[in-house]
């Protein structure tokens, strides 16, 4: 097969079409057969065994199926019902990822803090927090006290992707240190010279 493979190198012939079909069609294949039994192992059997309530699942499987038959049109509900949970699980997520557990942290550190300037920094990070997602509303206008809080948060935002880009900069600036020193050092190993 490899040199059949090989053989492209000089020009396309029906030897390598020959073994092209075969890799292509043994690949294809392995995949539907594996397909199949993780089908048997997952969900027919679990059915079989008294989880009828997969059968849901199950058909709605077979509904996605339904674009290669003259009626299309059902493969659109599976697909919208999978659309529509991935983007709650991944709104939801994001919301408490980045939200919600940020504003929780903040206030963990203002009621266990005892230094004041830990309070005090605290309370800073809050009011960055709540002024960086003020930016983001776009339902009104960024005018008045509004709008200074909205750049105020901008402004934050800034400084930390700015910290943030800084240290990934450090990062691989002492990475390619390393790496030409590394170089240098075995070049002159190689050359005999001494450190």
């Not at 073994?19 to 690949?27: N, P, S, T, Y």
């Not at 038959?69 to 709650?88: C, H, Q």
């Not at 105020?152 to 800034?158: D, N, P, S």
Request: proline residues 3%; charged residues 10%; aromatic residues 12%.
């Amino acid at each position: 097969m490899a040199v059949g493979i090989m053989t492209l190198v000089w020009r396309e012939n029906p030897y390598y079409r020959l073994i092209e079909h075969i890799v292509i069609g043994a690949g294809c294949a392995h995949s539907l057969m594996y397909g199949l039994l993780a089908v048997k192992t997952t969900a027919l059997d679990s059915i079989m065994a008294g989880r009828v309530l997969l059968v849901i699942p199950l058909f709605l499987a077979i509904l996605t199926f339904g674009r290669l038959t003259p009626w299309g049109w059902m493969a659109r509900y599976p697909t919208a019902l999978l659309t529509a949970i991935g983007i709650g699980i991944l709104v939801g997520g994001a919301l408490e990822a980045q939200i919600v557990g940020q504003v929780r942290s903040i206030g963990e550190e203002m009621i266990a803090a005892k230094a004041p300037f830990t309070v005090a920094s605290a309370l800073f990070a809050g009011i960055a927090t709540l002024c960086a997602i003020m930016y983001f509303i776009y339902t009104r206008e960024h005018v008045g006290v509004y709008g200074g809080l909205a750049r105020f948060g901008r402004i934050i935002m800034m400084c930390g992707l700015g910290v943030s880009w800084g240290m990934e900069f450090g990062w691989f600036i002492t990475a390619l240190g390393t790496w030409t020193e590394n170089v240098v050092n075995f070049i002159r190993a190689l050359l005999g010279i001494p450190y």
